[in-house]
Every structure is written in C-alpha cells, then in structure tokens.
C-alpha cells in the first residue's frame, strides 16, 4: 500500500474503562449488560477443546486474529493513500458520470471503468478483505471539493468494483446516511446511526459495509472496528459453552423493518462453520425481540457471550477518526464495527456526515465466500426486494 506518513491516523486515546472485563461502562441499547458479571471471573486456566460444538476450531489461526493497539503502530499495513494516478482515474470517471446525465442506479463496473485502480490496486485489497485482516481504508478522496453528487457518484462507482450494492432499510435506501438526526434511540424504529449515541460493536446486514466520511464532528465520533477472530479465540479457550450459545438459535427484532410477508423479527444463529470459513452474523436487536408473539425471553448465556464480545472488542479494535474523504470497507462476517458518541455542529451543512453502502460479494463476478442459505431466506444478507414494494432509491441527503 501507499505510505501514509503525510496522512496519519489520530493517535489512540487512552481508555481505562478496557483495562479488563470489570466496570465496563455499555451505553445506549446495551446498558443492560452492565448488570452482567464478567463471564470469565476466576477462570485462570483454559477449557478442554473438545467441549466445542463440532466442526469450531479450537483456535483460528491467520490474519484476521488481530490486534487493534498493536495495529494502530503499523496504518501502513491498513491505509491506502490514493496516488496522483488513481484519483486521476477517479475524478475522470466522475465527471464522465456526471456528464452523462443517467441515474446513479445505473453506476456499475460499466459505466464507471476503473483500469488501472482495478488491476493494480484493488486485488490486494479485496485480498485483505476476505483473506485477510477484514477491512481496508482509502485515503484522499477530495469530497471537499466536490458536490456531494460528485461524492456519491465516486461512492457508488468504487462500491462497483467490490460487490453489488444493496437497500439498507425499508424507505429502500441504497445510498445510506450515517448522520444525528435528533431522534430518540427509545423509539422503536429508531437506529443508532441516526443518533449520536456511542453505537455497541455489531455486523451490518451485508457481507460488506462501506462508509465514506463527507463531514467530521466537533468533537467525538471516533470510529472503532474489531476483529472476532480475536473474540473467538479467547471465548473457545475459557468459556466453550458461549460457543455454543452462539452457535444456537437468536431471535433478533426487526425493529418493523420487515416485509409484508415477514415475521417481524428473524431467527438464526448467530455463529457458522460453514465450508472452512467461521461465519459471525450480528444477533440484531435481540434484546427487544420478545415484544414479538412467540418469541422466548433473552436467555442468560445469550448475555453473558453479548458482554463477553463487546468487553473484548472493546479491548482489541483499532480507533480511528475518519478524516473527510476516507472511504472504509470491512467484512461484516469477521470484522465487528461501532462508534463513541459525539458532540456536533449547530450549523447543518456541518453536521457529522457518512455515506453509507452494503454491498453482496459473490463468486465468481466479485472476490467473496460461499455463504449459508439461510442466511439469504431470513434475510441477513440478502435485499428489501422490490416485488415486496420496495423501492430502491438513492437520496443525497439523510431522511
């Protein structure tokens, strides 16, 4: 990857809340995890292998079993610097979009050809998306000169490259918004990128999610990503039978984001093996799912493996504060996400501001996995489909 010395990443903010598993502070929705003892109080030694379920590695060894202290040492490893050719390439692309006058559903691989940035750059990348570490992150879009149609069309046209991009929400949003829209996060329907509140580490509903940032906070914001690879192998060595809690049906709530022909909430679990790959998916708004008919209460192990990951996400993601024009991508499938709260501008043009995109990578046309089916029936990874009277749309700005 390019250096990055020019362009380095905020230093990391000491935390002595993630010292260790006791006296975690959990915001917003997961508070209810600060009544939760530490799941791994006075176990010292590790459990025997063989109480996982069958078909879990004891250990998962490879890049994807991070540190985020330690990466933070090296951005080099993480951060592309987009070079003079590439955004050449870029802005190139983006005025011929522009120019064509077609709608920005129509921006595919096609329409908005990336020769060079395609052939030479993004294998590597896509390598570490999936091989890899998890995630990536280009640097030097020049969204502050650009309109944000600009912004969106290089967005979208980059997304196009890596995966096929998807609605995010029932309104059929394929072009998100990450931005405080002064909502309560108590009101059902309400979701934490709506909010400023400290967002808990999750997975999205997407084998990819993107963010590109347009505008940063006064103060606060900071984006955290962490590798449960890492949070696999601590749980599978002291406490095996969290692994089997995962690996066990979680219903999670649809917050009424389901379809006319959907129940409103999901059941599945939250943890695979499938195909040598180990498959994390994100148990949604668990927490809520009973207000549903015929779904159970929360079961205390489905807590206590909740307090467990985000305690040790907590302690071994990487911090950064994405600058204007960043463009992140990260593996929904092995790579947790979340956010600290923050303080905004009053002016709206201001305004913290991410563009957001999921994105489905299947083989052969994208560098993907082969995924469970089930997660395409319930919905974790597929779309709000059209025949279900969805509409696809792409707005500008947050709604």
């Not at 202290?69 to 590439?86: G, S």
């Not at 691989?109 to 896509?126: D, M, R, Y």
């Not at 307090?307 to 092995?334: C, F, T, W």
């Not at 305004?351 to 319930?378: A, Q, S």
Request: charge should be negative.
């Amino acid at each position: 990857m390019a250096p990055v010395a020019t362009l380095p990443t905020p230093a990391r903010t000491p935390n002595p809340e993630v010292k260790s598993l006791k006296g975690r502070v959990h915001q917003g929705p997961w508070s209810e995890l600060n009544d939760i003892p530490d799941p791994f109080e006075g176990i010292t030694e590790p459990a025997d292998p063989s109480l996982l379920p069958e078909g879990f590695p004891a250990q998962i060894e490879g890049p994807g079993a991070w540190d985020g202290p330690e990466l933070e040492k090296r951005p080099e490893e993480w951060i592309h610097v987009l070079t003079a050719e590439e955004l050449a390439e870029i802005e190139q692309n983006v005025e011929s979009f522009e120019n064509s006058g077609r709608p920005f559903s129509e921006i595919n691989k096609e329409t908005f050809p990336l020769s060079f940035f395609s052939s030479k750059t993004l294998p590597g990348l896509t390598d570490e998306l999936f091989d890899g570490r998890g995630f990536f992150l280009l640097r030097g879009l020049p969204v502050e000169k650009w309109s944000r149609e600009q912004s969106a069309i290089a967005f979208l046209g980059i997304g196009s490259h890596i995966g096929l991009r998807t609605p995010q929400n029932f309104k059929g949003h394929v072009l998100g918004h990450v931005k405080d829209l002064g909502y309560d996060i108590k009101e059902v329907g309400v979701r934490p990128y709506q909010t400023r509140i400290t967002q808990s580490f999750h997975t999205d509903n997407s084998h990819v999610v993107a963010l590109l940032s347009l505008k940063q906070a006064k103060s606060g914001g900071e984006s955290a990503i962490a590798p449960f690879y890492t949070i696999y192998n601590h749980i599978a060595k002291y406490r095996p039978d969290l692994i089997h809690t995962l690996a066990q049906d979680w219903y999670g709530d649809w917050k009424n984001e389901h379809g006319p022909n959907e129940k409103p909430y999901r059941k599945l679990p939250a943890l695979f093996s499938h195909k040598g790959k180990i498959i994390y998916t994100n148990p949604g708004f668990f927490a809520s799912a009973p207000r549903h008919e015929g779904v159970p209460p929360v079961r205390r192990a489905q807590w206590e493996v909740s307090k467990a990951i985000q305690s040790l996400a907590q302690e071994h993601a990487i911090r950064m504060l994405m600058q204007p024009g960043d463009y992140q991508y990260v593996n929904n499938m092995k790579v947790l996400h979340s956010r600290e709260s923050f303080e905004d501008y009053e002016d709206v043009n201001e305004k913290r501001h991410l563009l957001r995109l999921w994105l489905r990578c299947c083989p052969p046309e994208f560098k993907g996995w082969e995924y469970p089916e089930i997660l395409d029936t319930e919905r974790v990874y597929s779309t709000f489909s059209t025949a279900d009277g969805f509409e696809h749309t792409y707005p500008l700005e947050a709604e």
